[in-house]
């Protein structure tokens, strides 16, 4: 019986090898540019601009933290690290609080024409950005927003609202009834359901949402130069490293460098709720 379920095992183990490999074949394919990436940023200009990244471990080695030096140093890296900052928390945290408390509205509370508001909300999801660019910024012209952060954080709250109502109205809607019916018996308000139920059995759809959002907006390009311009006060980390790269294409061995540098904080932030990120990703797959 031992020797059975051995040889089963064995089998089952063997049956995997080829999908495992398959896996970490793609996985090397998809990290390979960003290794490349990570070794350029340590190479002097010269070889940078003449030699690929993989002739980087040839004697001698030849690494150098200069690209990080210039970044950090001219470039106002810092300045523009803050500032993606305080553009990139407002814009995840707004957005997501106000989508939780209309998912629940929309999933549990009764009102005339809630199914075509919510209707309304998920249309707006294929309503292209662009669209939207020249109407908003001529009123923000007029009221003063252009190159500020509110105006910032109202637009990415805006654009990242439809989405954020659609996934958490999908997750919430799910919760049990008989959880919401019993709070009402003891005589909970919607307020207290929200914030002592919804939220906290929620926490795996709201940390995946909310790294779905803060990198939107981390990474942001196109929003963050028609609304702030080029105003190097409020300019996030997008907008100073594109700037690094001049009219004649110089500078941008420095692209190595500074890439890395913004993506330390998201890198972060994923790997802290990776476990809520999975979560969030298979829940409502299995019901029971």
């Known amino acids: 019986m031992v020797k059975r379920k051995g040889t089963e095992i064995v089998k089952l183990i063997a049956a995997r090898i080829p999908l495992h490999l398959v896996i970490i074949a793609i996985t090397a394919i998809w990290f390979l540019p960003s290794l490349g990436l990570f070794i350029s940023s340590f190479r002097p200009q010269h070889l940078i601009l003449n030699t690929g990244w993989w002739k980087a471990f040839e004697w001698p080695l030849r690494f150098t933290l200069e690209n990080y030096k210039r970044v950090l140093t001219t470039a106002n890296m810092d ?34 024409g809630r199914i075509l508001l919510f209707l309304f909300i998920v249309g707006l999801l294929v309503v292209p950005i662009q669209m939207t660019l020249i109407p908003i910024l001529r009123i923000y012209n007029k009221l003063g927003l252009t190159g500020t952060y509110v105006g910032i954080w109202i637009a990415h709250s805006a654009y990242g609202m439809p989405l954020s109502v659609y996934l958490l109205r999908n997750f919430i809607g799910e919760l049990p009834g008989e959880m919401f019916e019993s709070a009402f018996i003891d005589g909970a308000s919607h307020f207290d359901i929200f914030f002592r139920l919804v939220l906290p059995t929620s926490v795996p759809a709201i940390a995946s949402l909310s790294i779905f959002q803060f990198m939107w907006v981390w990474n942001d390009l196109l929003v963050a130069l028609v609304y ?56 409502g797959s299995v019901k029971g």
């Open 79 to 112: 300045r523009s690290f803050f500032n993606s900052l305080m553009i990139a928390v407002p814009s995840t945290v707004v957005p997501i609080l106000i989508a939780a408390y209309a998912a629940y509205a929309f999933s549990w509370m009764k009102f005339r």
């Open 228 to 283: 702030l311009g080029g105003t190097p006060d409020v300019a996030p980390m997008t907008v100073t490293i594109s700037n690094l790269v001049n009219s004649y294409g110089g500078g941008w061995h420095l692209l190595t460098s500074a890439a890395f540098i913004s993506m330390i904080l998201p890198l972060i932030i994923f790997f802290s709720l990776q476990k809520y990120f999975v979560r969030g990703i298979l829940a």
